[in-house]
C-alpha cells in the first residue's frame, strides 16, 4: 500500500540551527501539506502547497519556515533558525485531490520528532 | 482557537462492547467532517468521514453522527476490539485545501 514516507524519524538540534525535515508524498497525489503535534497539544495545520506554491498557510508558518518540492519527490520543511517551541512532532501528508472529498482524505507520514535544544 | 473539540481525554471500554466518541464544533461553516486513529509513534491514519449534508455514514464496525444543529457528532464502534485501543481525533474542514482543525483527540483503551 502507498504511503507517506518523512525523514528523519527524531532530530535533535541546538536553538538557532537550520533544519529540513523531508517528505516523500504518495506518487499521485497532488497536495501537500505540514502539520505539527507539540507534546500533549493539538495537530494543528502549518501549510498547505500545491503547484509548486502555497495554498495556505496558518499564523504558526511564519518567516522561520519555508517549503519547497525541490525535485518532483521530495517535500521539504525548512525551519531556519530553530526555537525552543519548534520542539513537536512534524507530520507530513498529501492527498489525491485538494477538497477532501468523500474519499480523498488526507495521508500521513509517521512523523519527524524535533528536539531543539 | 477551540473549534473543534472533544471533552473526553480518554475512554475505557470492554471488548465487544460500543465504544461512543463525541465531538462538538463551533464553526458553522464546516462542510466536512473526519476521523482520524493514531497509534503511538505513527502518523495519524483516516478512518471514516461524514459530509454536512448528511447525519450518518456507516463503514463496518464504525458509524458517525452528525447532529448539525447541536455541532455535535460522535463515532460509534461496535463491537469494540483490542486492535482499536488508539487516539482517536475528530477533525473538520471548511472549503481550505487540507486545512483541517483537529480536536485534542480522546485515547481510547479496549479491555479483553
Known amino acids: 500500500e502507498p504511503e507517506v514516507t518523512q525523514t528523519p524519524s527524531h532530530q535533535v538540534t541546538q536553538m538557532g540551527q537550520e533544519v529540513i525535515l523531508r517528505c516523500v508524498p504518495i506518487s499521485n497525489h497532488l497536495y501537500f501539506y505540514w502539520y505539527r503535534q507539540i507534546l500533549g497539544q493539538k495537530v494543528e495545520f502549518l501549510v498547505s502547497f500545491y503547484n509548486n506554491e502555497i495554498s495556505e498557510k496558518s499564523e504558526i508558518f511564519d518567516d522561520q519556515f519555508s517549503v519547497e518540492r525541490p525535485d518532483g519527490s521530495n517535500f521539504t520543511l525548512k525551519i531556519r533558525s530553530t526555537k525552543l517551541e519548534d520542539s513537536a512532532m512534524y507530520f507530513c501528508a498529501s492527498s489525491e485531490s485538494g477538497t477532501v472529498s468523500t474519499t480523498g482524505e488526507l495521508f500521513f507520514g509517521e512523523g519527524s520528532r524535533l528536539t531543539v535544544l | 482557537d477551540q473549534q473543534v473539540k472533544q471533552n473526553s481525554p480518554s475512554l475505557s471500554v470492554q471488548e465487544g462492547r460500543i465504544s461512543i466518541l463525541n465531538c462538538d464544533y463551533t464553526?458553522?461553516?464546516?462542510?466536512?467532517f473526519l476521523w482520524y486513529k493514531k497509534y503511538p509513534a505513527e502518523g495519524p491514519t483516516f478512518l471514516i468521514s461524514?459530509?454536512?449534508?448528511?447525519d450518518k455514514n456507516e463503514d463496518g464496525r464504525f458509524t458517525v453522527f452528525l447532529n448539525k444543529s447541536a455541532k455535535h457528532l460522535s463515532l460509534h464502534i461496535v463491537p469494540s476490539q483490542p486492535g482499536d485501543s488508539a487516539v482517536y481525533f475528530c477533525a473538520a474542514k471548511t472549503d481550505s485545501w487540507g486545512k483541517l482543525q483537529f480536536g485534542a483527540g480522546t485515547q481510547v483503551v479496549v479491555t479483553p
Open positions: 464553526n458553522s461553516m464546516f462542510d466536512y
Open positions: 461524514i459530509s454536512s449534508i448528511k
